[in-house]
């Protein structure tokens, strides 16, 4: 998962006293920024949707708001922050994750996909042409984070990894729609959009099979 | 979130130290439960280890006939490895009961092991709790408690352990691995590895400061059936109310542990001796003495209950 420069000893270390953003001009004092909250600043680089990011980041910057924030990839979504939403799903090494509960610091040299790396208006993923036939979603906020999490759902179907509802742990697995409500109850749509998010999915699983 | 340096050590027993000899620092794994609680302040770390590249991520055979699981393999991928999934069903079965997909992909063994034991007042950073900030009090004694813990509790906190993995642990009888700052090893069976409150409701583990998880130990197989059954609010991703672990052989006789119920995992030894007489003879011995609050009175009828449909299910 992580890249042979990621292995070698890192330190962030807090960011020269100068150069810090101060309260009220006042000068920073004692044994740096850690504890409080003016910045400690960390360097690292990621592929983010095939492209190489070097950027220099406060090390309590999640993922997602590396990408948000500072690459302006703003599709994938911040909802509860807490890895409960799901909004702010990504394909990070190929295998979907919560982007918010994560810090970009520990992603040294991770592939990362989100929804702008899926396709494009002119390039659809079939995911994604698939959501807007089957109308899988009104409002639009948690979509970009349901067709990541599909996406990979259906990987890891492909993959053999089984699920709370898989009835024999050691058979073959499908894409019936009990595993997929089950794989995807880390992706809440609060507009109710769930079952045609199931006709979607299963449209793709039966376009993949 | 409060501000911290970070570093990547290149071995355990560095990582181990790096934590020993900074103030207020912690590991970070899949950070999927610091992370949660740095953003509510609940935890403050000023120096972050992180050990994902220090390669303990393998499951390999012991000479024993059991499974070494290393520390920072996902849940994902033990749930998934064929020989966990042939032998350890329990396991399987509890790990992909907990949490969701995302979480699971990014949630370590060791970091389950070390998810912080807690309840809706622990969160609540405007209420007293005992395990946020020792000595404010509980406020869950006089509170909202259908979910908290029934048995081995204190008056100073009776919050319940969350996870779904450590029931499995446990009823499977692991042993947890790990090294210190002097690269010092140490195994620990999981039965002493969670804590009940008493009146240091802050110490979750018997873990000292700076040590290390490396791996968790599963013994050789123990055949039977392995039934993993949770009960909770809604069908995917969320605490049990109460959780079973079960490894019931063909003569009827067979384990049991619970979860949702205690501050740690919990399971009676004794009580199995019952086991072929039923769920009923096993709770009455596995929850004597349990001490519930008006609010979970429900949880000791629901863990017979519970119990009772896992013994059906081996029986099947």
Not at chain 1, 14 to 31: I, N, S
Not at chain 2, 179 to 206: C, M, S
Not at chain 2, 231 to 248: G, I, N, Q
């Amino acid at each position: 998962m992580v890249g042979a420069s990621a292995t070698a000893a890192l330190a962030a270390v807090p960011q020269a006293t100068g150069a810090a953003p101060m309260m009220g001009g006042a000068p920073m004092t004692g044994g740096g920024p850690a504890g409080t909250d003016r910045p400690v600043l960390a360097k690292v680089s990621l592929t983010v949707n095939g492209q190489r990011r070097d950027l220099e980041l406060d090390t309590r910057t999640s993922l997602l708001d590396a990408a948000r924030e500072h690459l302006h990839l703003t599709g994938s979504k911040k909802g509860c922050d807490h890895g409960q939403c799901g909004a702010c799903t990504m394909i990070v090494d190929g295998r979907r994750i919560n982007a918010c509960l994560t810090l970009a610091v520990m992603h040294q040299g991770s592939q990362i996909t989100t929804i702008e790396g899926l396709g494009q208006p002119e390039s659809l993923h079939p995911m994604q042409a698939a959501f807007i036939k089957h109308d899988g979603y009104q409002c639009g906020y948690c979509t970009p984070g349901q067709i990541c999490s599909g996406v990979a759902v259906l990987a890891e179907i492909e993959a053999g990894i089984p699920s709370h509802v898989t009835a024999d742990l050691n058979a073959p697995m499908q894409a019936s729609p009990a595993e997929i409500r089950e794989r995807m109850s880390g992706n809440i749509c609060r507009c109710g959009a769930y079952s045609n998010i199931v006709d979607a999915m299963t449209d793709v699983a039966g376009k993949q099979a | 979130m409060k501000s911290f340096t970070y570093e990547r050590p290149s071995s355990p027993a560095e990582a181990a130290a790096a934590v020993s000899r900074t103030p207020n620092a912690k590991f970070i794994a899949g950070g999927t439960n610091l992370l949660d609680l740095m953003k509510l302040q609940i935890e403050t770390p000023t120096h972050l280890v992180d050990v994902n590249g220090l390669g303990l991520d393998a499951i390999a055979a012991t000479p024993e006939g059991g499974l070494r699981v290393g520390a920072l393999v996902r849940n994902t991928d033990l749930a998934a490895d064929a020989r966990v999934r042939r032998d350890y069903a329990v396991l399987s079965r509890a790990l992909l009961a907990g949490a969701s997909g995302q979480l699971r992909n990014k949630a370590t063994t060791a970091g389950n092991l070390l998810q912080r034991t807690r309840c809706p007042y622990f969160y609540d950073t405007a209420q007293a709790c005992n395990k946020r900030q020792p000595g404010s009090g509980c406020s869950a004694l006089d509170g909202v408690s259908r979910q908290l813990a029934v048995i081995g509790a204190s008056d100073a906190c009776i919050a319940t352990h969350p996870g779904d993995m450590a029931v499995a642990m446990r009823v499977l009888d692991a042993t947890v691995e790990t090294v210190d700052a002097k690269g010092g090893q140490r195994r620990i069976p999981i039965a002493e590895f969670h804590r009940l409150p008493g009146d240091r409701p802050e110490v979750d583990t018997t873990l000292a400061p700076g040590e290390l998880i490396t791996a968790v130990t599963l013994p050789k197989p123990l055949g039977g059936t392995h039934i993993y059954r949770k009960v909770r609010d809604r069908a995917s991703y969320a605490y049990a109310l109460v959780s079973v672990a079960a490894v019931v052989q063909p003569d009827g006789t067979g384990r049991a542990a619970f979860g949702g119920v205690a501050h740690k995992p919990w399971r009676v030894e004794a009580a199995e001796a019952e086991m072929a007489r039923g769920a009923k003879a096993v709770t009455a011995q596995a929850f004597a003495g349990a001490k519930p609050t008006h609010d979970n009175a429900y949880k000791l009828k629901l863990a017979e209950r519970t119990l009772g449909a896992a013994l059906t299910e081996a029986r099947a």
